[in-house]
């Protein structure tokens, strides 16, 4: 329960029940010592517009936006940073009296867990390979594109989604046929799984390694479960390899800070709570 002098947050979604949250941020709240509220808050479609603006009256600092809100979102902010309005979506909602800013912390959260999980890598190393075309499949090309890669290769499952994205974000895109991914590998320095395939209860993501050089840095979103089929053939064969959860985990903080006060520190503490949390 909140007071009156506890600061109220959230996450937005519908459903909402999966999100994990509120489990990183009541984790936050208590390492910190700081009096809040994270609350689920399920918004139907059809009631998002009303349900979304009356946060500030009901004393919300700011939430987390969630599937299928996070465009929607966007257009009713006031005010987006310039990563949400080239995304045209919004994680992340700061509330000051009535106003309403968005933010999109996704290629924040990607960018983090590259910098910690592999040490010394750097996005203009080489051209990177994305697989998926998605919300997730967006945030980390931009990101790569902004942090300096020099080629991104986009491979979807539906080729046609895949050239949307590289009209919208433009940059050095590249996208190919998803027969072709295996192909695309010679010369990455990078390779990121941005599609469901090997989230626990889907099927396997099939795409031969033999071609990725062994300097690459293999990277996959789904961190369920957190050691994937891709990082277990990639790792025997010699590559370096992060897992997903670090992206869920670090695209949580300007949030908190934004609302809590305190830039908050992603740990094995977190790491074992949400990992602990998986059913």
């Keep these: 329960m909140s007071d009156a002098t506890s600061i109220r947050a959230g996450v937005i979604g519908w459903p909402v029940s999966h999100s994990r949250s509120p489990l990183i941020h009541a984790y936050w709240l208590k390492k910190y010592g700081i009096a809040g509220n994270y609350e689920r808050i399920a918004i139907a479609p059809e009631n998002f517009a009303v349900e979304f603006r009356a946060l500030a009256a009901n004393g919300f600092a700011g939430v987390n936006v969630t599937v299928p809100h996070k465009q929607a979102a966007f257009k009713l902010c ?66 790569l594109c902004d942090a300096g890669a020099p080629l991104v290769r986009i491979f979807n499952r539906s080729r046609a989604r895949a050239e949307a994205i590289a009209r919208e974000l433009g940059g050095p895109l590249e996208v190919g046929d998803w027969e072709q991914r295996a192909a695309g590998l010679a010369d990455a320095a990078l390779l990121v799984n941005c599609t469901t395939l090997g989230m626990r209860g889907q099927p396997q993501l099939e795409i031969a390694l033999d071609s990725l050089p062994a300097a690459a840095l293999v990277n996959d979103i789904v961190y369920t479960p957190l050691e994937t089929g891709l990082l277990t053939r990639a790792r025997a064969r010699g590559n370096r390899t992060v897992d997903g959860l670090g992206m869920l985990l670090h695209q949580a903080r300007p949030g908190f800070s934004a609302w809590f006060g305190v830039m908050p520190e992603v740990d094995e503490g977190l790491r074992r709570a949400v990992m602990e949390d998986q059913v």
């Design 78 to 143: 006031d005010e987006c940073d310039g990563v949400a309005a080239r995304l045209g979506a919004v994680n992340t909602v700061v509330i000051t009296g009535a106003r309403f800013y968005g933010s999109n912390t996704d290629g924040f959260g990607f960018s983090e867990n590259l910098r910690l999980g592999a040490p010394g890598w750097q996005a203009s190393s080489g051209p990177a390979v994305i697989l998926g075309a998605g919300g997730a499949a967006r945030a980390v090309i931009a990101a």
